[in-house]
């Protein structure tokens, strides 16, 4: 099936340190979401975008849906061990269909 | 919040068994059920999606026989992996589509060896 690319594939940061990830697609999506997940866990929703160009927080997270549709970023700031992860993007075409799954990012956070 | 249970956490099988998972939402109506498999360190495929009702709709490659999904309520959908052999060992995770959320909600997982 379909994958969305994401990069970077992994990341190791210091504590405090500034994340920033992508995700781009050859197809457009009207919804973008991140979602996060832990060792043997299922993917936990962290962020939903739902127009081209919004910009959107939670807490420390920010993400935006590009304006063509076809690519979103998530940034965290001021990293703490407790993001350590993997943030997948995913991109529906309407409500109720399926999600496609970007290849995740696997974050490291040292102290 | 949504949240969606999902039975067994981990399971070990024998080849040529079957083994059934279960997801349940607790507190909202899944409309429709998706079911994914992660093998390690990849991401989540779709395998199928399932309607309240209405037979499920599988994924190009995946095998309709050999996962059964039934989705007879509004709050339970299962996963059966019939004859299940070694390559079958995976992650199988769940989400349930409630009405008017915009952002699926998960289930925790079933880690499944089959040996």
């Known amino acids: 099936g379909q994958q969305l690319n994401q990069s970077p594939q992994s990341m190791f940061i210091q504590e405090g340190e500034d994340v920033s990830m992508n995700c781009t697609s050859s197809s457009i999506f009207n919804t973008w979401l991140w979602y996060k997940q832990d060792p043997g866990e299922g993917p936990v929703l962290l962020i939903a975008l739902y127009k081209a160009g919004e910009l959107t927080s939670n807490g420390r997270l920010t993400a935006q849906f590009g304006i063509t549709r076809k690519d979103s970023f998530l940034n965290i700031s001021a990293s703490i061990p407790s993001d350590v992860g993997i943030y997948f993007c995913a991109g529906r075409t309407g409500t109720a269909s399926k999600l496609t799954f970007g290849t995740g990012t696997r974050l490291q956070v040292t102290l | 919040g949504a949240v969606v249970s999902q039975h067994p956490s981990w399971v070990i099988c024998k080849s040529g068994t079957s083994v059934k998972i279960e997801c349940r939402s607790l507190d909202f109506q899944a409309t429709t059920m998706f079911w994914y498999r992660q093998f390690p360190k990849q991401s989540l495929m779709l395998m199928a999606t399932?309607?309240?009702?209405?037979?499920?709709?599988?994924e190009q490659g995946v095998e309709k026989d050999k996962f059964l999904i039934n989705h007879a309520s509004l709050t339970l959908s299962t996963l059966t992996v019939t004859s299940a052999h070694p390559e079958d060992s995976s992650f199988y995770i769940c989400?349930?589509?409630?009405?008017?959320?915009?952002?699926?909600?998960f289930g925790s997982g079933t880690r499944l060896t089959v040996v």
């Open positions: 399932s309607n309240e009702g209405s037979k499920a709709t599988y």
């Open positions: 989400s349930g589509d409630r009405k008017g959320d915009y952002g699926y909600t």
